[in-house]
């Protein structure tokens, strides 16, 4: 069962480590975020510290990594991290590093997974926006002989075979069937690459900071005893050996798929990329990181179509933000004038409600009898409510103090709202606020359809002043 509402971390908590290819020392911090800030990294290190987007549009190297890059600043091999917070469901943090590449750890996520845990989960005032797939949507990559295909699922789960031709390797699988299996399952599992890759690695001047200890090398050949002392110089080892065909230096895997469970972990972190939490059945043939991406583009894609119509998203299965009793101890209205049932989003800056609309309505009896349409005037009436929760939300102690009309703008009533309908109204504030006097954008809609819109101002006054 996935978390429904957003987290982030309690407190900052710091890291430090080699960077894989880059060598160099680098410290990275997790610091917690606000609602909808999502995952962003920025690099402390630069003048007037930058920050870059975890963000699909701004992958810019997927060589043996996952490279991002805003504002000319960039971050490498940024998928192990991301992998962790998906694991953990944090939807908000601030990454801050003071080097070009995360540290690499052991190869896997589960130093980040015991670093955040360490900072614990924070829930937020927000509902997680998930990205819910509707049809399959489907990427293939023939030269590689790549396929991947996000299903309709009302869950997260993900599924991933290779096959690298190898004897060593041979055809491997991995699955999770709950997002709360990573820390358990994947997230451990290391990175791997081939004896034969090592020497093309390190000629790009790449694997700067690789060691035996943060990563698995798989020998699929017989290897003569001088090449093994090239490839100790390489690691700066003073000797390594393998027996035959295995593993460099007899490592222990963790996993008899651990390669595959790793190839799993590199897709849930390239994912995140995407932007938002998803609902879909994951299935990845031989993916990697161009793939891995390419797919994620096709995501977030999928999302700005779904998006276009800018429909607040209402899944009325999803437990509320605030429900009646909730909302009933900050606003003063009652029976029959209280006009919201629930709040789905709330933040510093934005709300959403609804209001269900029934025949039982006290108004609908002396309101056009016979054909009955809810006054243009509630209309606003409900949708002042859900702002005024937003300006209350700006106070600690929002029972103390009162909200009213100063003046409606602009409004707008696109079709008529019957009993049956669901109302769900958006409030955003069209400027800070300043000495208690707030200015909203509000629309509301039934379905896809935009009913009414207008733009509001109100003042915050303390009780008994």
């Known amino acids: 069962m996935l978390n429904h509402k957003q987290q982030t971390i309690k407190k900052s908590v710091t890291l430090a480590g080699v960077g894989l290819h880059t060598g160099v020392q680098t410290n990275m911090t997790f610091v917690p975020a606000k609602p909808n800030h999502g995952i962003k990294f920025q690099r402390v290190d630069l003048p007037g510290s930058p920050i870059i987007d975890a963000d699909c549009d701004n992958v810019v190297d997927v060589s043996r990594g996952t490279t991002i890059e805003q504002s000319g600043a960039r971050v490498s091999t940024i998928e192990h991290s991301l992998a962790a917070l998906v694991g953990l469901e944090i939807d908000n943090v601030l990454i801050q590093l003071d080097g070009p590449e995360a540290p690499i750890m052991d190869g896997s996520s589960l130093q980040f997974i015991n670093v955040l845990k360490e900072a614990g989960a924070e829930e937020q005032n927000a509902l997680r926006d998930f990205f819910e797939v509707q049809d399959g949507i489907f990427y293939r990559e023939v030269a590689r002989n790549v396929e991947i295909a996000a299903l309709p699922l009302d869950d997260y789960r993900v599924t991933v075979m290779i096959d690298y031709n190898s004897p060593v390797l041979g055809s491997q699988h991995a699955s999770i069937t709950n997002i709360r299996q990573f820390e358990k399952e994947i997230a451990s599992c290391r990175t791997f690459c081939f004896l034969h890759e090592l020497e093309m690695l390190y000629k790009n001047n790449l694997i700067k900071g690789g060691d035996l200890n943060n990563a698995i090398v798989i020998v699929d050949r017989i290897v003569e005893p001088h090449e093994l002392d090239n490839i100790a110089k390489m690691l700066n080892k003073p000797k390594v050996k393998v027996k035959k065909e295995g593993i460099l230096n007899n490592v222990e895997l963790r996993y008899n798929n651990e390669p595959a469970r790793h190839k799993l972990l590199d897709i849930i972190g390239d994912l995140a990329l995407a932007g938002r939490p998803l609902k879909a059945q994951i299935l990845a043939a031989r993916p990697g990181h161009a793939a891995n ?113 100063l003046g409606i703008e602009e409004i707008r009533f696109r079709k008529m709202v019957l009993p049956g309908d669901t109302l769900v109204i958006q409030c955003d504030l069209v400027a800070p606020i300043k000495r208690g006097i707030a200015k909203m954008y509000g629309r509301a809609y039934v379905g896809n359809s935009l009913v009414c819109e207008g733009t509001m101002t109100a003042s915050i006054v303390r009780k008994n002043s």
């Open 293 to 405: 991406v390419a797919f994620a583009k096709k995501l977030k894609k999928a999302m700005v179509e779904a998006d276009k119509k800018g429909v607040p998203r209402y899944n009325p299965s999803l437990p509320p933000v605030l429900d009646i009793n909730q909302i009933a101890s900050i606003l003063p209205h009652r029976y029959p004038f209280l006009l919201i049932d629930k709040i789905i989003y709330l933040d510093n800056e934005s709300v959403a409600g609804v209001k269900n609309v029934t025949m039982n309505e006290p108004f609908f009896q002396g309101h056009f009898p016979g054909n009955p349409v809810m006054p243009g005037v509630l209309q606003i009436e409900a949708m002042a409510q859900i702002g005024g929760i937003l300006v209350l939300n700006t106070v600690p102690d929002p029972e103390n103090y009162w909200t009213y009309f």
